[in-house]
C-alpha cells in the first residue's frame, strides 16, 4: 500500500472522513530518534537503549491502531566495514515490522548518520560514492517497501553542519553551506534514480523544516524575506523549480561558487513531509533572532506556503514541544487543530507524526554536548534501559489516534517555560483549560545516567578513602536517574571448582568480585588483575553486564592494572582518578608503570588526588583535573561532641594519647613511630589500622604503643574522641613522594590538632594548622604542644579549608566531569572548536570581571557551553562574559596601545587567548 493512492493525489483531498460516534480517521506515523554521531561514536538511540527495545515501541505503536511509522536505517553501523553491509541487526527488525503489517517509511540517512570512517563527513570525497552504493543495497534488499526517505532534513541538515558549524565537518556561511550541497545533492538525484528505476511504485517521500520568517521593519524585514527564499533552496534545486539567479538566496548560492547545482537532472517527490516545531518560527529585530516568534502564524498557514509553491500530497512529518508531559499534550492538542483546519482549507495532508514516539536525549543542545541529558519531547517519557512509560500526552496521543475530535482532546494549562515560550500559540484560543494532574515545578531535563562501573584495587569493605566517599555519592546520584553503580574489585580465591563472579549489594553499590579456586592463585587469599588467573574477569564481566542490560557504562579506574578490563567492556568513556602512585608502592607488580602510561592515553577524564600526583601526571595529561581528597564534616563533628561530653573515656590518671587512623604499611616510619613512644613515656601512642604489606613483626612494641587494629568508618569519630593529638607519623620515601592524605581533613574536622612528618601535599596545602616536624623529638614536642595550644585560631583556618573540600562539593564537581568529558568527547573533536573553547575558559576566569568572575574545573564545562550550545540560556550569560572580556582587555589596547587592564603593551596575554 503506498502512502497515497494513484486516484488520491489531487489538491484538498481530506481525510477528515467520521466514522460512528463522531470519531476521527486519522493516519498516525510513529518514529523514533536514531541519530548518530561520528566525532563522538555516539548513536542516540543506542544512548537511551530505545534501539534495544524496538519490537516493544513497535508494540506500543500497534496497540494505538497506528501502522506507519518513519524508520532509520542506521548505515553508521551497516557500513563500519568498507568492504562488507552487516544488515543482521536491520534484516531482524525490517522482517518483524513486515510480518505485522506495519508501513515504513524508510530513511537512509537521518541527520549524520553515516559512516565514522567518512572523517570529512558530507565533505568527504568518499561520501558521494559510498551513499550511492548504499541506497542501491537498499533498494535491492528491501524491494517491497511502499516509501522511502533518502536524506531527512537536507535543508536543516547542511545548514547546521556547513553553514553554522554545529555538526561536523564544521562549515561556516553559505561556502560551507555550498561545499556540503555540491557533495550531497547529486548523490541524492543518483540514489532516487536507483530507487525510481527498482522500487518504481514506492513514494519518494522528501522531509524537511517548515519554517517562517518575519522581521521589524529595515534590516530585520530584508534578513526574513532572504531567510524565507533560502527555506526553499535545495528542493527548489532538485526539483529544477524557480532557478531564478535573481533570487536573493540563489544569487547568495552561486556567488558562493555553487552555480554547478543550477543544473542538477530534476527528481520526482511524492510526497512533501513538514516539519513544524515551535522554533520553526522566527521573528527578527535589530538585536537579533527571536523564536518562537511572538505572533507565529501557525502550522495551517505555513504549510500553506509549503502547499502554494509545490502543489504536492503533504504530510505533517515532525513536531514535538520540550516540556512537561501536560504540556506535550496541550502541544498535540493544538497542532492537531491546526492540521485539521489546513485540510478543511484543502490542503492534501495525510499523516499526523509525533516526533519521538518515546524521549530522546541531547537535542536541547541540537547534539552539540552528547551527554546522554534526557530530552523530554516524546510521546512516552524515557525510563532506564530504553523503557517507555505512559504520562499525560500518551493518554490524549492514543484518544486521538482512536479517533477522537480535538474538542475532546486535553487542554491543560502551560507551565513553566513553555507558559511564556509558547504564549504567542494560544492568547487568543477560547479553550475550556484545566490544571495539569501532575503539575511540576519545572521541567524535568535530567540526564538518564548510564550505569558506572568503578575498578578498584581497593576492597569496598576495607578502609574507608577517597573511592568509597566519591562512588557513594556517585551511587545516590546516579540511582536517582536510573543509573546503577558497580564496584569491581580484585580477584580473590574460594573453594569453587572454576572462575565466577560473586554478587552482593551494599546500599547502591553492588560490588563484584572474581572468585577463582586456591589451587589457581597459589594458595593465596587474594591476586591482582594482573594475575593469569583473573583472565576469565573481562569475558565474565562482559556477560554480566549484558545480561543487565548495561552496553557501554561509564568507567571509573583507581588502578592501572585493571586497564585491559576497561578497554574490553565496550565504555562510554573512561575517567582514570590518580588518588596514589601505585607503582613506588611495596609489591607493585611489574609493569604498572607502563600500564599507566596507557591508561592515560586512553582515559576521557584524568583526575589526580593530590598536587604532587597532579604535577607528576600532567606531563603526559595537560588536561588532568586536580581534585584533592576532602572531608564529611557532619561525619566528624560527633568527635567533638564526643570529646566534650560523656563519651571521652576521661578518667583518674587517663594519659594524653597521640593517635594515628589509616593502613599500616611501608609509608609508616616505623622507627619514627617507636621513638615517638620513647620520647612521650607519659602518653599512650595509638595506632589504628589494618597491618598491610608489611610482617606484623616489624611493628615497635612499647609498653605505651597501641594497636587496636581497624575500626569502622562509622566509629572512627569515636576514635578520636580518645585521640588528644592526631600524628600522621609517614616515612619519607619513593611510596610518600605524592601521597595527599585524607586523614589530615579528617583530624581537623574532629578538633584536633595535628603533627605530621613533612608530606610534601601536607606542607603544601596545611602547612598553617598542621605542626610539620622531621624527627621524633620534635613530633613529642608537637604533641605536648598541642594540648595547650589555643586552638581558636586554628579553627578559623579549617573553617574555610572545609568549606571548600567537602566530598560532596568535590563529588559534584568530579561527577559533572564524568558525564561530560570536555577536552576528550566534545572539545577535541575540532580544531576550531578547541580553540574556541581555550578562549572562553581564558575570558570567564579573568580576575577582571570581578564578581562575575568564574571558577573551579566547571569553567571548562561552562566554557564548551557557551561555544557549541544552542541553547539561549547557557550561551547567553556566558557569552555576556565574554564580551566584557573583551572590552576589558582590547586586542588593540586603549589610546596609548596598551591593554587598559594589564598595563602591558597590546594585545595582552588574554586578548590573544581570546582572539
Given at each position: 500500500m503506498t502512502l497515497f493512492a494513484p486516484d488520491a493525489r489531487p489538491a484538498g483531498r481530506s481525510e477528515l472522513e467520521t466514522f460512528p460516534g463522531a470519531r476521527v480517521r486519522r493516519d498516525f506515523i510513529g518514529a523514533f530518534e536514531t541519530t548518530y554521531l561520528p566525532d563522538a561514536d555516539i548513536d542516540v538511540g543506542e544512548s537511551t537503549e530505545v534501539s534495544a527495545r524496538w519490537a516493544t515501541h513497535l508494540d506500543a505503536l500497534q496497540e494505538a491502531g497506528v501502522t506507519r511509522l518513519r524508520y532509520a536505517l542506521p548505515w553508521h553501523r551497516i557500513a563500519q566495514d568498507p568492504d562488507a553491509f552487516d544488515w543482521s541487526r536491520c534484516d531482524a527488525?525490517?522482517?518483524?515490522?513486515?510480518?505485522?503489517?506495519?508501513?515504513?517509511?524508510?530513511?537512509?540517512?537521518?541527520?549524520?548518520?553515516?559512516?565514522?570512517?567518512?572523517?570529512?563527513?558530507?565533505?568527504?570525497?568518499?561520501?558521494?560514492?559510498?551513499?550511492?552504493?548504499?541506497?542501491?543495497?537498499?533498494?535491492?534488499?528491501?524491494?517491497?517497501?511502499?516509501?522511502?526517505?533518502?536524506?531527512?532534513?537536507?535543508?536543516?541538515?547542511?545548514?547546521?553542519?556547513?553553514?553554522?558549524?554545529?555538526?561536523?565537518?564544521?562549515?561556516?556561511?553559505?561556502?560551507?553551506?555550498?561545499?556540503?550541497?555540491?557533495?550531497?545533492?547529486?548523490?541524492?538525484?543518483?540514489?532516487?534514480?536507483?530507487?525510481?528505476?527498482?522500487?518504481?511504485?514506492?513514494?519518494?517521500?522528501?522531509?524537511?523544516?517548515?519554517?517562517?520568517?518575519?522581521?521589524?521593519?529595515?534590516?530585520?524585514?530584508?534578513?526574513?524575506?532572504?531567510?524565507?527564499?533560502?527555506?526553499?533552496?535545495?528542493?527548489?534545486?532538485?526539483?529544477?523549480?524557480?532557478?531564478?539567479?535573481?533570487?536573493?538566496?540563489?544569487?547568495?548560492?552561486?556567488?558562493?561558487?555553487?552555480?554547478?547545482?543550477?543544473?542538477?537532472?530534476?527528481?520526482?517527490?511524492?510526497?512533501?513531509?513538514?516539519?513544524?516545531?515551535?522554533?520553526?518560527?522566527?521573528?527578527?529585530?535589530?538585536?537579533?533572532?527571536?523564536?518562537?516568534?511572538?505572533?507565529?502564524?501557525?502550522?495551517?498557514?505555513?504549510?500553506?506556503?509549503?502547499?502554494?509553491?509545490?502543489?504536492?500530497?503533504?504530510?505533517?512529518?515532525?513536531?514535538?514541544?520540550?516540556?512537561?508531559?501536560?504540556?506535550?499534550?496541550?502541544?498535540?492538542?493544538?497542532?492537531?487543530?491546526?492540521?485539521?483546519?489546513a485540510v478543511k482549507d484543502g490542503l492534501p495532508l495525510s499523516g499526523f507524526t509525533w516526533f519521538p514516539l518515546v524521549d530522546s536525549c541531547d537535542w536541547d543542545s541540537l547534539l552539540a554536548l552528547p551527554i546522554n541529558h534526557r530530552d523530554p519531547v516524546g510521546v512516552y517519557d524515557l525510563t532506564r534501559g530504553g523503557r517507555a512509560r505512559v504520562n499525560e500526552l500518551t493518554a490524549a496521543w492514543e484518544l486521538a489516534a482512536a479517533g477522537a475530535p480535538v474538542d475532546e482532546l486535553p487542554a491543560y494549562r502551560l507551565q513553566s517555560p513553555c507558559d511564556e515560550d509558547l504564549r504567542g500559540f494560544f492568547a487568543a484560543l477560547d479553550w475550556q483549560w484545566q490544571d495539569p494532574p501532575n503539575p511540576e515545578p519545572a521541567i524535568p531535563v535530567f540526564p538518564i545516567a548510564r550505569d558506572l562501573v568503578v575498578l578498584s584495587h581497593l576492597r569496598w569493605d576495607w578502609v574507608w578513602q577517597r573511592p568509597q566517599h566519591l562512588v557513594t555519592r556517585f551511587a545516590r546520584e546516579r540511582g536517582i536517574r536510573g543509573g546503577r553503580t558497580w564496584f569491581v574489585e580484585e580477584p580473590i580465591t574460594a573453594d569453587v571448582l572454576s572462575p565466577e563472579l560473586w554478587t552482593d549489594q551494599v546500599g547502591q553499590v553492588t560490588r563484584v568480585r572474581l572468585v577463582v579456586p586456591l589451587a589457581s592463585a597459589e594458595g593465596r587469599p587474594a591476586i591482582g588483575f594482573d594475575h593469569p588467573a583473573a583472565a576469565p574477569y573481562r569475558e565474565l564481566l562482559a556477560r554480566l553486564f549484558a545480561e543487565e542490560g548495561v552496553p557501554h557504562p561509564d568507567l571509573l579506574v583507581y588502578t592501572p592494572m585493571a586497564a585491559d578490563i576497561a578497554t574490553a567492556l565496550s565504555p562510554h568513556r573512561i575517567a582514570y582518578d590518580v588518588m596514589d602512585d601505585l607503582a613506588s608502592f611495596a609489591g607493585a607488580p611489574p609493569g604498572m608503570r607502563e600500564a599507566q602510561a596507557r591508561l592515560l592515553a586512553a582515559a576521557d577524564v584524568v583526575l589526580a588526588g593530590g598536587r604532587s600526583l597532579h604535577?607528576?601526571?600532567?606531563?603526559?595529561?595537560?588536561?588532568?583535573?586536580?581534585?584533592?581528597?576532602?572531608?564529611?564534616?557532619?561525619?566528624?563533628?560527633?568527635?567533638?561532641?564526643?570529646?566534650?561530653?560523656?563519651?571521652?573515656?576521661?578518667?583518674?590518671?587517663?594519659?594524653?594519647?597521640?593517635?594515628?587512623?589509616?593502613?599500616?604499611?611501608?609509608?609508616?616510619?616505623?622507627?619514627?613511630?617507636?621513638?615517638?613512644?620513647?620520647?612521650?613515656?607519659?602518653?599512650?601512642?595509638?595506632?589504628?589500622?589494618?597491618?598491610?604489606?608489611?610482617?606484623?613483626?616489624?611493628?615497635?612494641?612499647?609498653?605505651?604503643?597501641?594497636?587496636?587494629?581497624?575500626?569502622?568508618?562509622?566509629?572512627?569519630?569515636?576514635?578520636?574522641?580518645?585521640?588528644?593529638?592526631?600524628?600522621?607519623?609517614?616515612?619519607?620515601?619513593?611510596?610518600?613522594?605524592?601521597?595527599?592524605?585524607?586523614?589530615?581533613?579528617?583530624?581537623?574536622?574532629?578538633?584536633?590538632?595535628?603533627?605530621?612528618?613533612?608530606?610534601?601535599?601536607?606542607?603544601?596545602?596545611?602547612?598553617?594548622?598542621?605542626?610539620?616536624?622531621?624527627?621524633?623529638?620534635?613530633?613529642?614536642?608537637?604533641?605536648?604542644?598541642?594540648?595547650?595550644?589555643?586552638?581558636?585560631?586554628?579553627?578559623?583556618?579549617?573553617?574555610?579549608?572545609?568549606?571548600?573540600?567537602?566530598?560532596?562539593?568535590?563529588?559534584?564537581?568530579?561527577?559533572?566531569?564524568?558525564?561530560?568529558?570536555?577536552?576528550?568527547?566534545?572539545v577535541r573533536t575540532v580544531a576550531s572548536h578547541r580553540a574556541a573553547t581555550r578562549a572562553a575558559i581564558a575570558g570567564l576566569r579573568d580576575p577582571a570581571l570581578g564578581s562575575a568572575r568564574l571558577t573551579g574545573p566547571l569553567v571548562e564545562i561552562l566554557a564548551d557551553a557557551a561555544v557549541a550550545s544552542a541553547t539561549p540560556f547557557i550561551r547567553g550569560p556566558l557569552l555576556a562574559r565574554l564580551a566584557a572580556v573583551e572590552r576589558l582587555h582590547p586586542y588593540a589596547g586603549d589610546e596609548t596601545g596598551s591593554c587598559p587592564n594589564c598595563r602591558v603593551p597590546a594585545p595582552c596575554v588574554t586578548a590573544l587567548d581570546c582572539a
Open positions: 527488525e525490517m522482517d518483524e515490522i513486515r510480518r505485522r503489517g506495519l508501513e515504513p517509511i524508510l530513511d537512509l540517512v537521518h541527520h549524520t548518520s553515516y559512516p565514522r570512517r567518512l572523517a570529512g563527513g558530507f565533505a568527504d570525497p568518499a561520501f558521494a560514492g559510498e551513499f550511492v552504493r548504499f541506497a542501491e543495497a537498499v533498494a535491492t534488499r528491501y524491494p517491497w517497501i511502499s516509501a522511502y526517505t533518502l536524506f531527512n532534513e537536507p535543508f536543516a541538515t547542511l545548514f547546521l553542519a556547513g553553514h553554522e558549524s554545529l555538526w561536523p565537518p564544521f562549515g561556516t556561511g553559505m561556502e560551507g553551506f555550498v561545499k556540503l550541497a555540491e557533495s550531497v545533492l547529486p548523490a541524492i538525484v543518483s540514489a532516487w534514480r536507483i530507487f525510481d528505476e527498482r522500487l518504481p511504485d514506492a513514494e519518494h517521500v522528501w522531509i524537511d523544516t517548515c519554517e517562517s520568517h518575519a522581521g521589524s521593519p529595515g534590516g530585520p524585514a530584508d534578513y526574513a524575506a532572504f531567510a524565507n527564499d533560502r527555506r526553499h533552496l535545495l528542493l527548489d534545486l532538485v526539483l529544477g523549480h524557480d532557478l531564478d539567479p535573481r533570487r536573493p538566496a540563489l544569487a547568495a548560492l552561486v556567488e558562493a561558487g555553487g552555480g554547478a547545482l543550477l543544473t542538477l537532472e530534476p527528481i520526482r517527490i511524492d510526497v512533501l513531509g513538514l516539519d513544524y516545531y515551535p522554533h520553526s518560527e522566527w521573528w527578527y529585530v535589530e538585536d537579533g533572532p527571536v523564536s518562537p516568534a511572538p505572533a507565529p502564524r501557525g502550522f495551517a498557514a505555513v504549510a500553506s506556503d509549503y502547499h502554494r509553491r509545490y502543489g504536492l500530497p503533504m504530510l505533517l512529518a515532525e513536531t514535538n514541544v520540550r516540556g512537561l508531559p501536560s504540556d506535550r499534550a496541550t502541544w498535540l492538542r493544538y497542532m492537531l487543530d491546526q492540521y485539521e483546519r604535577r607528576s601526571v600532567v606531563g603526559s595529561r595537560p588536561d588532568c583535573h586536580l581534585f584533592p581528597s576532602g572531608v564529611d564534616v557532619a561525619h566528624y563533628a560527633s568527635s567533638r561532641s564526643l570529646r566534650a561530653g560523656a563519651g571521652r573515656r576521661d578518667g583518674v590518671g587517663r594519659r594524653p594519647v597521640a593517635g594515628y587512623v589509616g593502613v599500616i604499611d611501608e609509608r609508616l616510619d616505623l622507627d619514627l613511630v617507636g621513638a615517638l613512644a620513647d620520647a612521650l613515656p607519659d602518653w599512650l601512642v595509638r595506632i589504628v589500622g589494618p597491618v598491610a604489606k608489611i610482617d606484623p613483626a616489624q611493628l615497635p612494641i612499647r609498653p605505651n604503643l597501641d594497636y587496636p587494629g581497624m575500626a569502622d568508618y562509622a566509629e572512627l569519630p569515636a576514635v578520636m574522641a580518645d585521640f588528644d593529638v592526631a600524628i600522621m607519623p609517614f616515612a619519607l620515601n619513593d611510596a610518600t613522594r605524592s601521597i595527599s592524605p585524607t586523614k589530615t581533613l579528617e583530624y581537623l574536622a574532629a578538633g584536633l590538632p595535628v603533627v605530621s612528618t613533612p608530606v610534601a601535599d601536607v606542607v603544601a596545602d596545611y602547612g598553617e594548622v598542621v605542626a610539620v616536624v622531621d624527627t621524633a623529638e620534635g613530633m613529642a614536642a608537637a604533641c605536648r604542644a598541642g594540648l595547650v595550644e589555643d586552638a581558636e585560631g586554628r579553627e578559623r583556618l579549617v573553617k574555610v579549608i572545609e568549606a571548600h573540600q567537602s566530598w560532596d562539593a568535590i563529588a559534584q564537581s568530579i561527577g559533572t566531569l564524568l558525564e561530560v568529558p570536555v577536552e576528550r568527547l566534545t
